[in-house]
């Protein structure tokens, strides 16, 4: 089994930042790809940011030039560092990991946080 526990959400104004984080742990030999995603109410969930297991990032359009990912693979974690929030930005925001669990497997499992509430909002 593998968790994902997101932190960071909460409630920030237009304009201003805030930072995601989130910790992998339990049956894991190694990760692939993470990243996060965003529900927002009504809406499908959809992709903000990938980044793979030696850096290569890949970024929705609607928050290039705003957010950034980034991982320590060494603590098998994922951040997302959001700035010049907008009111458009506010979602559950997803942590999803492609983990291999151990080493005798040969194939990568998709995995999910539980999610975390990002408001943005005067």
């Known amino acids: 089994q593998v968790q994902l526990v997101e932190s960071g959400g909460g409630l920030v104004q237009p304009g201003g930042s805030l930072g995601l984080s989130c910790a992998a742990s339990?049956?894991?030999?190694?990760?692939?790809?993470m990243g996060w995603y965003r529900q927002a109410p009504g809406k499908q969930r959809e992709l903000v940011a990938t980044i793979t297991s030696g850096g290569s990032t890949n970024y929705a359009d609607s928050v290039k030039g705003r957010f950034t990912i980034s991982r320590d693979n060494a603590k098998k974690m994922v951040y997302l560092q959001m700035n010049s929030l907008k009111p458009e930005d506010t979602a559950v925001y997803y942590c999803n990991a492609d983990v291999r669990p151990y080493s005798f497997t040969h194939y990568y499992t998709e995995n999910w946080g539980q999610g975390t509430q990002v408001t943005v909002s005067s």
């Open positions: 339990g049956s894991i030999f190694s990760i692939n790809a």
